[in-house]
Structure formats: C-alpha cells, structure tokens
C-alpha cells in the first residue's frame, strides 16, 4: 500500500528531481556575470587614446550542443593622450587631451564550448557590438538646474573575437536547481568602426561568474547564498 501510494504522489508531483552529477556535461546552463575590463590600443589609435579600465556585466547560456551565446555591456573609462582626435562639427568642438573619454559596447557574442567537464570550460566566441566612444563637450545644456555639457559622440559598430576561460570552484546543490561559481578570464581582440575612425585593441577581463540549471526556480533567488 505505501509503495502504491508514493507511485502516486511521485506520478502527480510538480517537482523534478535535479541533476546531481558534476561530471561530463551538464546542458542548457544560465548564466549571470559580472567583470573588470582592461583595454588597449594599438596603431594610430593608441597615440591618441590611453588604455582604458573598466567594468562589464550580462548573462549567457549554453545549449546541450555546447552553443555559448553571451548577451551584455560593457564601459570603459580613460582620457585622451593628444588633441586632435576628432572634431566635431556639431558642436564645433575639438576633443581635448586629459579630458575623460569613455567607451561603450552593448554585444552578443556566440561561441562553442571547446572543454567542458567539472572544473574547466574553455570557450572560444565571435561576436557583433553597438558601440560608442564619448566625451563631454564645452557646451552647457540650458535649462538645467546643475552643471551639465551636451556629449559629443562617435557610434558606430565593433566587431570581436576570442576566448573565455572558467575555473569552477564551486558546485552548490539545492533541492531543484545546480548553481555553478566560476572565476572567469577572457581575451579578445576587437575592431571598432565609429563614424570615421577605426580602432584596434586587445581586451582583457576578470569576472565573478555564475550559472544554473533550473528546474522551478530562478537562479537569481540563490545569488546572496554565494557572497
């Protein structure tokens, strides 16, 4: 009777039971991450701009064919070394050296998972960027009730290519979902095209990486379990 009963409530029941294995591969895997950027120049590009700082954060996902897809945004933040970098005719403006100069980029990267078992993920990825450089004019905004300068900026797209290396230090298992903890570093070169400039660097990031399999639960309930 009781082995009757419990076919029963195991047939109805709306819980499944998780994947506990850690290894081999583990598919269909969200992520969340959050990293430090360095980037730097090179040709003509990096007579005017200093390398650059900064921060980077989005989510991925990998498929049970290992398909990486990275979904995220970055910013970078320096200052020019040398005017003459652009002008802008809009508002008759010339970028000045040792003023703050930021770029951005809002990306998707694709990418395959080339090793993949329980410590060790090796991915390497190309990717499409919207992106921006900036930096505030000598113009004032009117009407406003604080200091503030319209932004002169160059938009344009950037295109990337490399590889994101995890080191999973940690498996944690709650009762529906497997949360992974990885320390990630990624390397890629970029090409950028804004307006009329084209620029050439090597990236390099540092991140705090996290990714699950769920079952009935967001991963985002268990972050403050991992800090």
Same mark, same amino acid.
């Given at each position: 009777?009781?082995?009757?009963?419990?076919?029963?409530?195991?047939?109805?029941?709306? #819980?499944?039971?998780?994947?506990?294995?850690?290894?081999?591969?583990?598919?269909?895997?969200?992520?969340?991450?959050?990293?430090?950027?360095?980037?730097?120049?090179?040709?003509?590009?990096?007579?005017?701009?200093?390398?650059?700082?900064?921060?980077?954060?989005? $989510?991925?996902?990998?498929?049970?064919?290992?398909?990486?897809?990275?979904?995220?945004?970055?910013?970078?933040?320096?200052?020019?070394?040398?005017?003459? $970098?652009?002008?802008?005719?809009?508002?008759?403006?010339?970028?000045?050296?040792?003023?703050?100069?930021?770029?951005?980029?809002?990306?998707?990267?694709?990418?395959?998972?080339? +090793?993949?078992?329980?410590?060790?993920?090796?991915?390497?990825?190309?990717?499409?960027?919207?992106?921006?450089?900036?930096q505030s004019t000598d113009t004032?905004?009117?009407? +406003? +009730?604080?200091?503030? $300068?319209?932004?002169?900026?160059l938009n344009g797209v950037s295109?990337?290519?490399?590889?994101?290396?995890?080191?999973?230090? #940690?498996?944690?298992? $709650?009762?529906?979902?497997?949360?992974?903890?990885?320390? #990630?570093? +990624?390397?890629?070169?970029?090409?950028?095209?804004?307006?009329?400039?084209?620029?050439?660097?090597?990236?390099?990031?540092?991140?705090?990486?996290?990714?699950?399999?769920?079952?009935?639960?967001?991963?985002?309930?268990?972050?403050?379990?991992i800090i």
């Open positions: 009777k009781y082995e009757e009963a419990l076919k029963s409530d195991l047939k109805y029941t709306k #819980r499944r039971e998780p994947d506990l294995s850690l290894a081999g591969r583990v598919p269909d895997m969200l992520g969340m991450y959050f990293s430090y950027v360095h980037e730097s120049f090179i040709g003509n590009t990096s007579d005017y701009l200093k390398p650059m700082n900064g921060i980077s954060l989005g $989510f991925d996902y990998i498929n049970k064919k290992d398909w990486y897809f990275d979904l995220g945004m970055s910013f970078a933040f320096s200052s020019l070394k040398a005017g003459g $970098f652009y002008h802008d005719n809009q508002y008759n403006y010339d970028w000045t050296a040792g003023k703050s100069t930021n770029h951005m980029r809002m990306y998707l990267n694709i990418g395959h998972a080339a +090793k993949l078992d329980q410590y060790y993920r090796i991915i390497p990825f190309a990717g499409i960027a919207y992106a921006s450089l900036i004032q905004i009117p009407n +406003k +009730k604080n200091e503030s $300068f319209y932004s002169s900026e295109f990337m290519a490399g590889v994101n290396a995890d080191w999973i230090f #940690r498996h944690s298992i $709650f009762p529906d979902e497997r949360l992974d903890s990885s320390l #990630r570093f +990624k390397l890629f070169g970029a090409y950028d095209k804004l307006g009329d400039k084209s620029m050439w660097s090597v990236n390099f990031g540092v991140a705090i990486h996290l990714n699950a399999k769920t079952y009935n639960a967001p991963m985002f309930i268990y972050i403050p379990i």
